[in-house]
């Protein structure tokens, strides 16, 4: 096997804030990816981050309110693969048992609006790995893949 062989997936985190049995999303725009779309407060983990450091930062970033890794829980991880662009992702969901300050949009470049949105009565328009992930989530898997033709 050379060096090619081996995958190097990008990797991402995503924060599951619930309140009130809704969830709190973001309308992405202008980031050239899934513009129009529902999203959950996510990223890409940075050189020298945890997944749970990377959750906190993230969820800070976009959101504006803070987590402290004690409260955090795994939910889910999903291997999945992006057709759009060819590449290879390690998603890790994290549900937020608390946190403080309130949920905004505290990146308004990035995303029209913050939405609390039933999980289980989900608009169209949300992105469609996210969605698969959720569902995942709600059928008490902790691993899911997507992406392949199975």
């Keep these: 096997m050379s ?50 450091q990377a959750t906190v930062r993230e969820a800070q970033e976009e959101v504006g309110v803070t987590i402290q890794i004690k409260d955090l829980t795994h939910r889910l991880t999903m291997h999945r693969y992006s057709d759009d662009d060819k590449t290879l992702w390690v998603d890790a969901y994290f549900e937020a048992a608390s946190w403080t300050g309130d949920v905004i949009n505290a990146e308004p470049d990035k995303h029209g609006e913050v939405a609390w949105l039933d999980p289980t009565k989900l608009p169209d328009n949300v992105v469609p790995p996210v969605r698969a992930a959720l569902e995942a989530i709600a059928a008490g898997q902790t691993y899911a893949e997507y992406g392949w033709d199975s």
């Design 3 to 52: 060096d090619w062989d081996i995958a190097t997936p990008y990797t991402a985190v995503y924060a599951l804030l619930y309140k009130d049995g809704k969830l709190a999303f973001v309308l992405r725009s202008h980031t050239g990816w899934m513009d129009g779309k529902y999203g959950l407060p996510a990223g890409r983990v940075e050189k020298g981050e945890s997944l749970l």
